[in-house]
């Protein structure tokens, strides 16, 4: 049974990362080389963006991927309602050095992306909510800038975390370069899918989280710095893509100061099928039939709970590649019937109501009760309903 569920693991995961490992890639080339400049689309919230990078070292912890004692490193990235009135200065969408290499490692010339963010503008008055990110295995810190830029014109705070040596590429203010020592689902061929990497991966990633949540605290208590005063740590939420989701889901059984987690078409393995009684959002991407671990986390979540399923979506709708690969052929079918515009707003939408409900403890949104003609193509499960036939749910997983 261990080695079956190891291997469902490893096979889940693998089966996510396919895009740019396929022959549509050659496509995307092709197509991308002609796009010289991109936009992010516009968030929908009243309030400007800005974002900023910190660097953090953990110095209760030596670096788990180093044996020679040095202490573990991240950056996060957030983004955050903007005082108004301010001067912008247009951040850019990732370092040039990280876009770079992925252009090298991906073999596609990436186009200048335009955010609609402000480097380093001041925090707007007051405290806000925070939402924890973790991208997905081998992803990178910006994968999700779409949703992160509408979040913060919500009022949020969202720090994405870089979990060095995994993710693709990081660069540190120094200017240093970190890739990751598993290879990249962005270059064909590298990607190591063994269980021991992603076991590994996982329990790093944990600790990763918990060290951010301590850092929020002295960030916020820090007189001089542009955090002083303005995070609400008493209504922090995680959210993850992928192996990022499970992380998320892990997390918010683990940690009390999380109160709410939304799992982005995440993996879920047995261990993370016992549940939890806080709030949880499965948003899933074109799923025919729910897996036997999703039903059993479905029935195990012991508190407010909804899952919306995205027809004829795929693993990277959640992602930017939903509009940094929106001229590739094909591509609009990962989005169903709905198309790109309709579905970026579920994807928003979905993912803004069940925080403001769950954090910031706003009326419930009519989206959190069912399904809604402004999105026919999203299948929403609610607290109430069964997310399969009982018989899936309970029945033994795995090979004998």
């Not at 899918?193 to 951010?212: E, K």
């Not at 009684?277 to 029935?299: D, F, I, M, N, Y």
């Not at 515009?341 to 928003?348: D, H, K, P, S, V």
């Amino acid at each position: 049974m261990i080695r079956s569920n190891r291997l469902q693991v490893a096979t889940a995961v693998a089966g996510l990362f396919f895009l740019l490992g396929t022959p549509a890639s050659a496509v995307a080339q092709s197509l991308l080389s002609g796009l010289r400049r991109i936009a992010a689309p516009p968030p929908t919230g009243p309030s400007p963006v800005g974002t900023l990078s910190v660097r953090l070292v953990d110095a209760a912890r030596n670096d788990p991927f180093h044996p020679n004692g040095s202490k573990r490193e991240l950056l996060v990235r957030f983004w955050y309602p903007a005082a108004s009135g301010q001067a912008c200065k247009a951040a850019e969408y990732a370092s040039p050095k990280v876009w770079t290499y992925i252009s090298q490692i991906s073999g596609i010339p990436l186009p200048t992306v335009t955010t609609n963010c402000c480097l380093s503008a001041p925090v707007s008055g007051g405290a806000h909510p925070v939402i924890l990110f973790s991208h997905s295995y081998t992803g990178t810190l910006t994968d999700s800038t779409f949703v992160f830029e509408d979040l913060a014109s919500r009022g949020y705070v969202v720090a994405s975390i870089a979990h060095t040596y995994e993710i693709t590429a990081v660069e540190f203010p120094d200017g240093r370069l970190i890739t990751s020592m598993f290879g990249s689902y962005l270059a064909e061929g590298t990607l190591r899918m063994d269980y021991a990497s992603l076991q590994f991966a996982r329990s790093v990633r944990l600790a990763d989280l918990r060290f951010v949540l301590d850092e929020l605290q002295r960030l916020d208590g820090a007189k001089d710095g542009p955090f002083a005063g303005r995070l609400d740590l008493s209504r922090v939420g995680v959210m993850g893509h992928s192996l990022g989701g499970e992380v998320a889901l892990a997390s918010l059984e683990l940690d009390p100061r999380l109160r709410a987690a939304v799992s982005l078409d995440g993996v879920v393995s047995p261990g993370i099928a016992a549940g939890t009684g806080k709030p949880v959002l499965l948003l899933a991407a074109g799923r025919e039939q729910w897996s036997h671990e999703e039903c059993q986390l479905w029935t195990a979540l012991r508190g407010p709970r909804l899952a919306v399923n995205l027809v004829g979506a795929d693993h990277f709708t959640p992602s930017d590649a939903i509009w940094l690969l929106q001229a590739v052929p094909g591509m609009a079918a990962s989005v169903g019937g709905m198309g790109r515009e309709r579905t970026i707003a579920a994807l928003r939408n979905y993912i803004a109501a069940f925080f403001d409900s769950h954090l910031l403890g706003k009326p419930q949104d009519a989206l959190l009760s069912g399904s809604s003609s402004s999105y026919p193509d999203a299948i929403v499960t609610s607290q109430p309903q069964s997310l399969c036939p009982s018989n899936i749910a309970t029945a033994k997983g795995g090979l004998p």
